[in-house]
Every structure is written in structure tokens, then in C-alpha cells.
């Protein structure tokens, strides 16, 4: 089997933890209300190393999600109740900014 790499900048990473759970189970990232209207990609690695400059990736899967508003000034991606729990990162698209 094939295995999917990848060399992320640290800069280029908006978000780098868990998926959080909403009170009805659903899973969600919090990101900062400037992103709103982006494209980000949910990254969630099968294990990952950081060099001081670059995380090195070893990709699981890879989700394409539309930044939505929150409140004022926060702004998140939804996903499925699996996702809830799992380490990730997450991205922006390059079409973008």
C-alpha cells in the first residue's frame, strides 16, 4: 500500500488539535472570523513529525470544508459525529487570498 505524505510550513497551519463535539454529538474546529467564506482542508494524519520549520504529515484522510460564521468573531467547520475526538489540521485552499 501507497502511503500519502506531506511537508506543511508551520504558517500555513490555522488550526492543529481535536475535533470538538456540539451538544447534539456533531463534530466542529473553531477558527478566528477571518477565514470566513474560505475553503479549508481538514487534515487528519496517521502521524506527523515537526522539524522546527515544517510538520512532516503522513496522511489518513483529508476533508474539504466551507468556513461558516459563528458569532462575532469565530467562525467553524462542521463535520460528522466520527470525526469528534480525532487529532487534525487544518488548512486553507491556495485559490484563496
Given at each position: 500500500?501507497?502511503?500519502?505524505?506531506a511537508?506543511?510550513?508551520q504558517?500555513?497551519?490555522?488550526y492543529?488539535?481535536k475535533?470538538?463535539?456540539?451538544?447534539?454529538?456533531q463534530?466542529?474546529?473553531?477558527?478566528?472570523d477571518q477565514?470566513l467564506?474560505?475553503?479549508?482542508y481538514i487534515?487528519?494524519p496517521q502521524?506527523?513529525?515537526?522539524d522546527?520549520e515544517?510538520?512532516?504529515?503522513?496522511i489518513d484522510?483529508v476533508?474539504?470544508?466551507g468556513?461558516?460564521?459563528d458569532n462575532?468573531?469565530?467562525c467553524?467547520?462542521?463535520l460528522s459525529r466520527?470525526?469528534?475526538?480525532?487529532?487534525?489540521f487544518?488548512?486553507l485552499?491556495?485559490?484563496w487570498g
Amino acid at each position: 500500500m501507497m502511503k500519502l505524505y506531506a511537508k506543511i510550513p508551520q504558517e500555513e497551519v490555522i488550526y492543529k488539535g481535536k475535533i470538538r463535539k456540539t451538544g447534539n454529538g456533531q463534530g466542529y474546529v473553531y477558527m478566528n472570523d477571518q477565514y470566513l467564506g474560505y475553503r479549508a482542508y481538514i487534515i487528519f494524519p496517521q502521524k506527523y513529525e515537526f522539524d522546527g520549520e515544517n510538520y512532516w504529515i503522513t496522511i489518513d484522510q483529508v476533508v474539504n470544508k466551507g468556513v461558516h460564521p459563528d458569532n462575532d468573531h469565530t467562525c467553524r467547520c462542521f463535520l460528522s459525529r466520527n470525526f469528534v475526538g480525532k487529532k487534525c489540521f487544518v488548512i486553507l485552499d491556495d485559490d484563496w487570498g
